[in-house]
């Protein structure tokens, strides 16, 4: 054995986030969050249709993927995401109705 001495250092990144739906089910909506600046990894996301009354939390299912049961065809979308350092940037209608 050999003991390894290692810390985390800290690798900040710029830009945006980009969002991708997923194709898949017409039940479920899956969408893959990439290149988050900060942090650089998605520890919470929430989703807000144009006609829903608030924020609903999506379910991590692999990697940076997250999917949500509700029907939300037809409506614009605002994203609520937390990043692993705790801070939360709203991205408010940055998917069209006609998606």
Known sequence: ?????????????????????????????????????????VSDVKIKGSTT??????TRIQGQTSQIGNKLQGQSLSFLVTTSD?????????VSENW
Request: overall charge positive; glycine content about 12%; some cysteine.
């Open 1 to 41: 054995m050999v003991p390894v001495m290692y810390h985390r250092v800290p690798c900040a990144k710029y830009g945006g986030v980009k969002f991708q739906i997923v194709k898949g089910d017409s039940s479920v909506m899956r969408v893959l969050l990439y290149n988050v600046a900060g942090a650089g990894d």
């Open 53 to 58: 009354s608030g924020w609903i939390q999506m």
């Open 86 to 94: 705790g801070k939360m940037v709203e991205f408010d209608n940055i």
